[in-house]
């Protein structure tokens, strides 16, 4: 996949630093390498040293001591590690190493990496880090089958008894008729989440004759029918299905996701299988399910709380199968997770620019500070864009336009083009995205970001004077959006202040401050329709910030854009869009 290059590469990145000037590194660009300006114990021809505080694969041991020193010291203490880490360049640990504040400020500057052995980093203290001038990298990649196949070990364990009937015939007993099971030939699966693990798991349960169908809000379409399946909305996949397997981040849009609500609109009778994260599951709204009759299984391998409680009533539910947290636990995922994180951290340390780093380097203090309000722009851009893309429709083709007097050698945009991936790309994923993972991220998600230049006249003091981000060949949920060429298209500026502001939607202007949240309204320009809204919204004790109307001729086509302090009920929502003359409507959080 090709991504643009930057219209200029600055010369100098700058990891962040700790309070002492002394732990700043000056880095300088070349070939492609952030190279320490300082002498470091491998800069000056001796090997670093890494210390690993829990088991690693030994393929991965291998390439850490080919590269540098390597100590494996497990079940250290909080005190212990704190001890130990002044004396190491990088370190290595899994889920149960706590790498807190603390931890960064016993290590005084010398600790440059720490690589995190599989996905989550709760265990790290990511603010720390980036203070301390210290580069967190994981290995995201490397368990996606072995997740897929205990998703489908678990579908099939509940559909046929195993855990129970084993638990009864060791315990004596031979009930050949209490735990008859169903076959799963011709059944429904509704993949919830289509981004790594997802088509795995689709891939393998139709090998297994069932029928598939998939909810992804961001998915491509043409990605699913590759596997054979379809794209339904989340009513449609979940009110179908006999089978629902769980594989979605856990973002502020998922967490308690299946809760009361949604579980009284599925199939009575459901089986449901989770191994993607606990807290998209509302377990005391599951444990009521599972009472009634709604879901007839659960089988889970992820809790909100890990370990779970161990007089968890879920956990002991005669309905449910559990396991604890085995998604990678397979020899060849731990190999190669191993690998993977072994990987990145010698790359890291070389001075390589981290592909699956999840804290962000940042440019010299003077550009960032001269960028910062525009970099507030273009993720308030990105975020808002990809609120308006309809269900199904994957986004491949970004195009993000910088309309500014500078001449390109004075224009750095690499912040800029982070933050427009950011912002699209972090509310749909639980991706972490800066300036040193930004185009892994966006080639990962099979996204082309393309950047042009518009060359105005005007006061090169001011970088920009416009940004606008363009989303080709998807469909939008709000037509008002789509500009002359077919295109979702936005343009912000930063006002005086510094303040972001949106200034295009689709092919009409608008002047609207990007806080809070948004109202969108496509309406005919009528008399009135502004002060219906408004009333609405104030009887529904939604506090209203703003409102500005765009229109293309009096009494055709406008676009009402509503700022709003909370986000409106349903119900509201509703009186929105049976108010006549408004003919469609969305809202965004911002």
Known sequence: MALATPLRLRRHLLLPAGPSPATHRALSLRRGRLLPASLSSAAAGGRP????????????????????????????????????????????VRSGTQVTREVFEAARGRLRVVGRAGVGIDNVDLQAATEAGCLVVNAPTANTVAAAEHAVALLAAVARNIAPADASLKAGKWQRGKYVGVTLVGKTLAVMGFGKVGPEVARRARGLGMDVVAHDPYAAADRARAVGVDLVSFDEAISTADFISLHMPLTPSTAKLFNDETFARMRKGVRIINVSRGGVVDEEALLRALDNGTVSQAALDVFTEEPPPRDSKLVQHENVTVTPHLGASTIEAQEGVALEIAEAVIGALRGDLAATAVNAPMVPAEVL??????????????????????????????????????????????????????????????????????DYVAKQRGLRIVEERVFLDGPPEVPLDSIQVHLANVESKFAGALSDAGHICVEGKVRDGGASHLTLVGSLSVDVSLEGNLILCGQLDHPGIIGRVGSILGKMNVNVSFMSVSRTAPGKQAIMAIGVDEEPGKEALKLIGDTPSVEEFVFLKL
């Open 49 to 92: 040293t890494v210390l690993v505080t829990e088991t690693l694969g030994s393929a991965g041991l291998d390439l850490l001591r080919a590269f540098a020193n390597v100590d494996c010291s497990y079940e250290l203490t909080a005190e212990e590690l704190r001890a130990k880490v002044s004396l190491v360049d990088a370190l290595v």
């Open 369 to 438: 500070s001269e960028l910062s309000p525009y970099i507030v722009l273009a993720e308030k851009l990105g975020r808002l864009v990809v609120q308006l893309v309809a269900v199904g429709s994957g986004i491949k083709g970004v195009r993000v336009v910088y309309s500014s007097a500078r001449d390109p050698d004075d224009l750095d945009t690499r912040l800029l083009r982070a933050m427009v991936t950011k912002g699209i790309v972090e509310p749909i994923s639980s991706a972490f995205v800066n300036i040193v993972n930004a």
